[in-house]
């Protein structure tokens, strides 16, 4: 086993139009060395951010394998792995930071990013990509795939909500029509607010969530 398939982004749009995507099977399968191992994709979801990329509206190298909602198995791993072990199912934490750091250590490794899982190197539009130990979590028997690659998203709006401080029966707007949005309606009135809004970013509606 020498090769694998997965969706190249040739080359970035110019920011109207989208740019070139390929499917390919002769892709080079990564070979995971120290901390790191290697993931075979089981399911990755496609990100508001995939689209830009696509689009070239944010930034991302030519000849990127995206996606970074992803999870899978363990399929081999680094001479310096602990953490995980050939065969577990995982959901990966994208955004990886050098674990040491001392921004990590205090919750704040969005201040010291290393590597984005299919952004800085490749991810989860391919068979197999490569993910840090300390960001390859081992999930429960019973949870899907699916599930665990919605995971990422879900977690972006409860870090949000988290840090919004919602007061008990506050009436509560949230901006968007995505599933983060969508999912963040149920997190605040989980957290006691009282009338939530979601504002439709796309025709101009809005919904009330009592």
């Not at 099977?25 to 075979?40: A, S």
């Not at 665990?148 to 988290?162: K, M, S, T, W």
Request: proline fraction near 6%; glycine fraction near 12%.
């Amino acid at each position: 086993m020498s090769k694998m398939r997965g969706v190249v982004l040739v080359k970035p749009g110019d920011g109207k139009d989208p740019g070139e995507l390929e499917y390919r099977d002769n892709l080079e399968i990564p070979e995971p060395t120290g901390r790191m191992v290697r993931v075979r994709t089981a399911f990755t979801g496609v990100c508001g951010s995939d689209v830009s990329y696509v689009y070239g509206r944010a930034a991302v190298d030519d000849g990127r394998v995206l996606g970074h909602e992803t999870g899978g198995i363990v399929d081999a791993v680094g001479d310096q792995v602990t953490l995980v072990k050939p065969g577990q199912r995982v959901v990966v934490d994208p955004v990886q930071s050098d674990p040491d750091s001392p921004w990590v250590k205090i919750g704040l490794g969005n201040v010291d990013i290393t590597n984005v899982t299919g952004i800085t190197y490749d991810g989860g539009f391919g068979e197999y990509y490569l993910s840090h130990e300390a960001y390859s979590h081992p999930i429960p028997d019973d949870m899907s795939f699916q599930q665990a690659a919605g995971l990422e998203p879900f977690a972006c709006g409860l870090y949000a909500v988290n840090n919004a401080n919602v007061l008990p029966n506050q009436m509560t707007v949230i901006y968007g029509d995505v599933p983060i949005a969508n999912s963040k309606c149920d997190m605040v009135k989980a957290n006691g607010a009282g009338t939530v809004v979601l504002n439709y970013t796309r025709d101009y509606s809005s919904l009330l969530y009592t």
